[in-house]
């Protein structure tokens, strides 16, 4: 079975531009969760995505959204980006994201804002 | 509010040497536990997870962990370390919100290994 893959694995944008970074998950998982891995802050907890809805979200501002397709794929928007979303963004899936279920992470996108 | 806190940022261990890894949770309701490795430039693998039962829980690469709630600690232990145990060390608390899990995360302690 293949794991959980993201593209871009690398990207450089500049301040004030947009990003979009895509997550595959494994197949047959329902539930996406995406991470921001910063060495200031550590990992932190972005959303997650069942079935199309935003189940759960983070404490990160407007400009962070997200969004699921029909084939459970994920997609993670940044908007009007700022040096400090420099971050390893990382994507997580599980069978169907409740207690206990372990979530499969990807290798992450390291993106780098100038 | 859940946290979990790993109070060792660095730990540096001799090859063959046995290891432990703090980790120390605040969550209001039982917790689901889990530990995370990280080798540099790839995303975390799980190396075991706690949810009920026996609190000692066996898990990949040789690792184990026990769960005491009297303390609320997750302690991360190997026997005998190898230099490809080399990494970061996460551990996480699963905390339930709207029914669905969130992981939250320690710092994470940065594991080296002495040849």
């Known amino acids: 079975k293949a794991g959980v893959t993201q593209t871009p694995r690398y990207l450089i944008k500049t301040r004030g531009q947009q990003v979009t970074l895509s997550c595959s998950p494994i197949?047959?998982?329902?539930?996406v969760s995406w991470y921001q891995q910063t060495p200031g802050q550590g990992l932190q907890f972005l959303f997650e995505y069942f079935s199309e809805t935003q189940r759960n979200k983070g404490n990160f501002p407007g400009r962070f959204s997200g969004r699921q397709f029909s084939n459970s794929r994920s997609e993670m928007n940044v908007s009007t980006l700022e040096l400090g979303d420099s971050a390893l963004y990382l994507c997580a899936s599980s069978g169907n994201g409740l207690a206990g279920n372990e979530q499969f992470f990807g290798p992450g996108t390291r993106l780098t804002v100038l | 509010a859940q946290s979990v806190t790993q109070p060792d940022i660095h730990i540096t261990v001799s090859e063959g040497a046995s290891l432990e890894l703090r980790c120390n949770y605040s969550?209001?309701?039982?917790?689901?536990l889990f530990w995370y490795v990280q080798s540099p430039g790839q995303g975390l693998q799980l190396l075991l997870k706690y949810f009920s039962g026996d609190t000692l829980v066996q898990g990949i690469k040789g690792f184990e962990a026990e769960f005491k709630r009297s303390q609320s600690s997750f302690n991360l232990r190997k026997p005998s370390v190898h230099w490809s145990d080399a990494a970061e060390y996460f551990c996480a608390v699963g905390a339930l919100i709207q029914g669905a899990q969130k992981l939250v995360f320690g710092q994470g302690t940065r594991l080296t290994i002495n040849p």
């Open positions: 197949s047959g998982h329902r539930s």
């Open positions: 969550y209001g309701a039982t917790p689901y």
